[in-house]
């Protein structure tokens, strides 16, 4: 299946990350490579591009995507949360900007065999990296009532996830769930019928629960963020897409701390914490035109925040 993604909030991203044209920049979540190519067509032979993803058909579709631009590419199999690691292997110590465009690709939704969509029948897996690692179907068969109830309700923010909770662990006494059919049908049980009627698919929020566990995309994606502001130039720009209310919070509150001088209790008479802010935040989240969520609805929930490195290089 050929890797199709569009990239939400793509032109607002390169219009605020791009500065030095012969810069380097890293983008933390290639994907088929849509908004590296955007990047890549406004620098010059000198600048460079490093993208990670942890998929290795992003990574084969992004090379190709991207062969025919002038500037260098390093395009690497690597989970973000290796972005200080893979810089310091390149012996790069500072880099003009960063963007992540967190979340699911359009072409791992449409592909039934990856499992992260409950619209198509597939195996219950939802690795963004397939070569190792627990998957959905492990997770759904394997943990107890009372952490399948925890992940739906933090990481879903699912209503039902009690219920849903109750429910797998009911079906898989008889069989194990081996599908996203199997895991919908579960759900489609659980939740009353006049709950059913409005609102999103039943599933969508228990399947971005168990994805998110699945990736443990939550658990590094604050300290992702740390680590590529600490290697921005003065100046540099971080740029970060988000799609769930989960993920924003955790983006907005480390920009946040990052951005403030000061972190003791309100009634300290003197300050202690010696905490300096490094960030500048620049105005409030950018969302998605009329337009482009025309083209693509998948944007209507995107934010992009970015924000600007203030101080020395590294710490």
């Known amino acids: 299946m050929?890797?199709?993604?569009?990239?939400?909030?793509?032109?607002?991203?390169?219009?605020?990350?791009?500065?030095?044209?012969?810069?380097?920049?890293?983008?933390?979540?290639?994907?088929?490579?849509?908004?590296?190519?955007?990047?890549?067509?406004?620098?010059?032979?000198?600048?460079?591009?490093?993208?990670?993803?942890?998929?290795?058909?992003?990574?084969?579709?992004?090379?190709?995507?991207?062969?025919?631009?002038?500037?260098?590419?390093?395009?690497?199999?690597?989970?973000?949360s290796h972005l200080g690691t893979v810089l310091d292997e390149l012996g790069i110590q500072a880099v003009d900007g960063v963007m992540f465009d967190l979340g699911v690709s359009s072409y791992q939704l449409d592909t039934a065999e990856r499992g992260f969509s409950y619209m198509q029948d597939g195996p219950l897996d939802m690795r963004m990296d397939r070569s190792h690692g627990k998957s959905a179907y492990d997770i759904v068969n394997t943990y107890s009532q009372h952490d399948l109830y925890q992940i739906?309700?933090?990481?879903?923010?699912?209503?039902?996830?009690?219920?849903?909770?109750?429910?797998?662990?009911?079906?898989?006494?008889?069989?194990?769930?081996?599908?996203?059919?199997?895991?919908?049908?579960?759900?489609?049980?659980?939740?009353?019928?006049?709950?059913?009627?409005?609102?999103?698919?039943?599933?969508?929020?228990?399947?971005?629960?168990i994805r998110i566990e699945v990736n443990d995309e939550l658990g590094i994606l604050r300290e992702a963020l740390e680590q590529a502001v600490k290697y921005l130039k003065p100046g540099g720009k971080i740029c970060v897409i988000t799609f769930h209310s989960l993920e924003d919070r955790i983006t907005k509150r480390t920009f946040k701390h990052m951005a403030t001088d000061c972190i003791c209790p309100?009634?300290?008479?003197?300050?202690?914490?010696?905490?300096?802010?490094?960030?500048?935040?620049?105005?409030?989240?950018?969302?998605?035109?009329?337009?482009?969520?025309?083209?693509?609805?998948?944007a209507r929930s995107a934010k992009l925040r970015v924000a600007i490195r203030k101080a020395a290089v590294r710490e």
């Not at 920049?25 to 990047?39: I, K, P």
């Not at 942890?54 to 991207?66: E, F, G, R, Y």
């Not at 300290?268 to 609805?297: D, F, R, S, W």
Request: charged content about 25%.
């Open 152 to 209: 739906i309700k933090d990481y879903g923010e699912e209503r039902w996830a009690k219920r849903i909770a109750q429910f797998i662990v009911s079906a898989r006494q008889e069989k194990p769930l081996e599908t996203t059919f199997d895991l919908v049908s579960v759900i489609k049980k659980a939740i009353p019928a006049g709950a059913r009627k409005d609102g999103p698919h039943p599933a969508k929020r228990t399947f971005q629960a």
């Open 266 to 298: 309100p009634d300290m008479p003197v300050c202690t914490c010696h905490h300096h802010a490094i960030l500048k935040i620049e105005g409030h989240p950018i969302e998605a035109a009329q337009e482009e969520l025309e083209m693509n609805p998948r």
């Open 2 to 80: 050929k890797f199709n993604h569009v990239s939400v909030l793509r032109n607002e991203t390169i219009s605020h990350l791009l500065g030095d044209r012969d810069g380097i920049y890293v983008d933390c979540t290639l994907g088929g490579g849509g908004h590296s190519l955007a990047l890549a067509k406004e620098l010059t032979a000198q600048g460079t591009i490093i993208g990670l993803d942890q998929d290795a058909d992003a990574i084969a579709a992004a090379s190709k995507k991207l062969s025919e631009t002038v500037c260098h590419r390093i395009l690497l199999q690597r989970n973000f």
